[in-house]
């Protein structure tokens, strides 16, 4: 499925960001995930892995297999940065509020122009600094919310899964030809073997409850279909505008959490509230002020 028209792809990406933002939830209706990281790590990888391959299989044949042979050192460096990602954020989720975990990982692109100023000799025009300079400024106001060593944790950790993102969007732009889908299922097939292999060594459990198992694999369900959407939706899109499109995932992850109706009621604090706008602001003005960048990012 091939879209072009832009007025079609943004709701398809505006969606995609929209089944993103319900990980948060089905994470904080788990019984007590912070005492099962690498069970819900496990179940979520491995769905990750068997959904995307079963996708590819239905677009490629039998064909998809060798995308595995051509994935190279870019597709295995961006599948450990995805994969640290996503063992980064249970630890940030389960020890700080959804909405300080998603406000981290906003920040992502910018990190990105980051490690791209680093590492690939990109260059970062004066606009970009400034959006950098903001995010900072509010991450720190964020990180002055509350002095508790458990919230630190998640804010530190929240910012680590931004940074393994952003290297696993550094891979892309460094080899264009890496499978991009290959790598994500990489990413979560590598996050199944780790759990798994911490879990025999210190003789756990492989599964949670039934409760739990259940909702650790609609997480990772819901991931894949929106990957799935951005990938469709992203192709012609530039980098610019979805940046601003990604942030339907940390708004609607935010408001559903709040939201009385499904029982949460966690209500971001002052600081938060305040370090996030600024947040928001910087990639507002960093999306604005490249809207001539016609760079694409899409996932094929």
């Known amino acids: 499925m091939d879209i072009k028209d832009e007025k079609i792809a943004i709701p398809i990406v505006l969606i995609a960001g929209l089944f993103w933002s319900f990980g948060p939830l089905v994470i904080r209706y788990a019984d007590q995930p912070a005492l099962v990281p690498w069970q819900y790590l496990f179940a979520r990888g491995l769905i990750i892995f068997i959904i995307l391959n079963f996708y590819l299989y239905l677009n490629e044949g039998t064909r998809f297999v060798k995308n595995y042979l051509r994935i190279g050192l870019s597709g295995i460096v961006g599948s450990v940065g995805l994969a640290s990602a996503m063992m980064s954020f249970i630890w940030s989720i389960t020890h700080t509020s959804v909405a300080i975990t998603l406000l981290c990982l906003a ?45 630190i944790t998640g804010l530190v950790f929240g910012l680590a899964s931004a940074f393994g993102f952003a290297i696993y969007s550094i891979s ?19 996050c199944a073997l780790f759990s798994f292999y911490t879990m025999i060594q210190s003789n756990s459990s492989l599964f949670s409850s039934s409760k739990n198992e259940m909702l650790f694999s609609l997480h990772g369900t819901l991931v894949c279909i929106g990957l799935i959407l951005y990938s469709i939706g992203s ?33 971001p604090s002052t600081n938060t509230i305040i370090g996030g706008f600024l947040i928001f602001i910087s990639l507002i003005y960093y999306s604005l002020l490249t809207k001539n960048n016609r760079r694409f990012i899409g996932l094929n």
């Open 235 to 267: 192709k012609h899109l530039p980098a610019a505008e979805l940046t601003l499109l990604s942030l339907t995932e940390v708004i609607g992850g935010i408001f559903w959490v709040w939201l009385p109706l499904f029982g949460i009621n966690e209500v």
């Open 107 to 151: 920040a992502m692109p910018l990190i990105t122009a980051l490690l791209g100023f680093i590492f690939l000799k990109e260059k970062i025009s004066i606009h970009t600094w400034i959006s950098i300079v903001i995010a900072a400024i509010g991450i720190y106001i964020m990180a002055m919310n509350d002095q508790k060593i458990g919230n």
């Open 172 to 190: 892309l732009r460094w080899r264009k030809e890496t499978p991009q889908f290959t790598t994500v299922s990489l990413a979560g097939l590598i």
